[in-house]
């Protein structure tokens, strides 16, 4: 989700309106709500993911990263290419590229191709995104037809989690996990028939394209969490290890002084120069590292080792998205009258409990002590965060970077969650590996000849048995201790750094700033 512009930018067309404003409404929304279910339809499918493709357990991670890394790295310049190209021409453009990485990662073969299929998906859906919203500014009256519409962006948006967790449980369940990339494409196809008939165009403005910021962000990141997962299986002292963390640093010293130099840049750096807002971005980058951990690890947990389907596992997940919401809303009627400081240092202190819950977690834990309890501890405490933190991030930014403040806090979410997931694969990995040294001696003792023959095979204990649940939940654990460090870190930014008060957040056009 993200915002390429602000509503006095983004006045609209002069080219008459179209009479269906239900159905360009019903487009923009849909295009939205592909983008952002995508983020958890594919997470229920992981399991079988893995089995089919054959992944191991810290390459599996990619399939998440591939997607996070080329959406969150491209989609300020997918914003800007909105307003420089014409939104509306852009936006098809998009939906047609999400579509088609759609259709590649569903018949993907191998690995590869599928990681290949994510990535474009990622760049896709950083194009469409952004220009999805500003459409809104250009085909709806300001005043309360641009609020409702706007509201019914929001809700669509914030609803795209739990669809995504339900939508993949019956996907991959009553059909197969490709069907999680398939169902995307005879949406994008109608989005693209349906845009230029009923959506109109936006006015193009002067602009240039930050071409060498948004690739040398976005590759530094990749080569920085490629570094990461590679620890993970060859070890901190491997060559290539350190070679993508050396690349990774030096292209994102690299981008900071493109950054500085260029007439246009991408990141306008002088945002963070306000204290509350970088707070808020530090508190953005460490949480949604934990978030991303809690969705691809407990996935993995109550498939693996509770025995759940598909859809069972995506029910599972709801009441996390449950507790956001009803915590959103709570903090969205409060804040004003006591500022964003008690509910962000509330929330982080709730957040990090429930990560220090999980790393309880044992082979022995139930759904409701290892899994229920700690995720919606976790996800009230997200809520309280997210609508303060977005609204530090446009509070007494001009008029003219409001897009790029809010792109920007965008950005942090899915950047914080691929390094995130990376650092927590690592340290799952070597936990796993250890643990599972330790488990050895019992297995050979106690396993099948058939069982023994599997672990010589694949180099793990078979899927299914106690050993392989044992350091599975241990290497889960173990990840969270990250995870729950993570989050002390913006608890601290909270008590610390965060100097806001209720006066301090913009009180008008809320619903353009932030959703």
């Not at 996990?177 to 403005?205: C, D, G, K, M, T």
């Not at 608890?491 to 006066?503: E, Q, W």
């Amino acid at each position: 989700m993200a915002i390429s512009d602000t509503l006095s930018k983004a006045a609209p067309s002069q080219a008459s309106r179209g009479q269906h404003k239900g159905i360009a409404l019903a487009v923009i929304a849909a295009t939205q709500l592909m983008v952002v279910l995508d983020a958890t339809i594919v997470n229920i499918a992981l399991p079988h993911i893995q089995d089919a493709l054959e992944f191991s357990n810290t390459s599996l991670s990619w399939v998440i990263n591939a997607y996070t890394l080329t959406f969150g790295g491209l989609l300020l310049l997918g914003g800007r290419a909105g307003d420089i190209l014409g939104r509306r021409r852009v936006f098809i453009f998009g939906a047609l590229l999400f579509g088609l990485a759609s259709l590649l990662g569903g018949f993907a073969q191998d690995s590869g191709m599928l990681l290949a299929a994510r990535a474009l998906q990622g760049i896709g859906g950083a194009i469409c995104s952004p220009t999805a919203f500003a459409l809104i500014a250009t085909n709806f009256e300001e005043g309360p037809e641009r609020n409702r519409a706007f509201g019914v962006f929001s809700a669509v948006a914030g609803s795209g989690a739990a669809i995504g967790l339900l939508a993949g449980g019956l996907l991959t369940e009553y059909l197969n996990w490709r069907w999680v990339f398939f169902v995307n494409v005879p949406i994008a196809v109608l989005i693209a028939v349906a845009a230029p008939l009923y959506i109109n165009e936006s006015e193009r403005h002067e602009g240039r394209f930050d071409l060498p910021g948004a690739l040398t962000s976005t590759l530094g990141l990749v080569s920085l969490v490629y570094g990461f997962i590679r620890a993970a299986s060859e070890g901190w002292s491997d060559s290539l290890t350190l070679g993508s963390f050396a690349v990774g640093v030096v292209l994102l010293a690299l981008f900071l002084v493109i950054e500085r130099r260029t007439a246009q840049p991408i990141t306008p750096l002088h945002l963070l120069a306000n204290r509350n807002r970088t707070g808020g971005l530090v508190m953005m980058l460490c949480l949604a590292a934990a978030m991303f951990g809690i969705f691809f690890y407990i996935t993995i947990f109550v498939q693996r080792v509770l025995g759940y389907s598909p859809l069972k596992a995506g029910v599972a997940f709801l009441p996390i998205s449950v507790a956001i919401i009803i915590a959103a809303q709570i903090a969205s009627v409060f804040q004003a009258k006591y500022g964003p400081k008690p509910f962000m240092a509330g929330g982080a202190v709730l957040v990090t409990g429930g990560l220090t819950w999980l790393t309880q977690t044992s082979a022995d834990s139930s759904y409701v002590t290892g899994v229920l309890g700690p995720t919606v501890v976790f996800g009230f405490g997200m809520g309280l965060i997210f609508v303060p933190v977005m609204l530090l991030s446009v509070a007494g930014v001009p008029g003219h970077e409001t897009g790029a403040a809010s792109g920007l806090l965008n950005s942090m979410q899915q950047i914080g969650g691929s390094l995130g997931l990376s650092i927590l694969t690592t340290v799952f990995a070597t936990a796993a590996r250890n643990e599972g040294k330790l488990q050895a001696p019992d297995f050979m003792a106690n396993a099948t000849p058939a069982q023994k023959a599997e672990f010589a095979a694949q180099g793990q204990f078979p899927v299914g048995t106690s050993w392989y649940n044992e350091v599975l939940a241990h290497g889960i654990a173990q990840a969270f201790i990250i995870g729950a460090a993570l989050a002390a870190v913006a608890l601290l930014v909270s008590v610390f750094v965060i100097k806001a008060k209720p006066g301090d957040l913009p009180t008008e056009g809320v619903a353009a700033a932030v959703h």
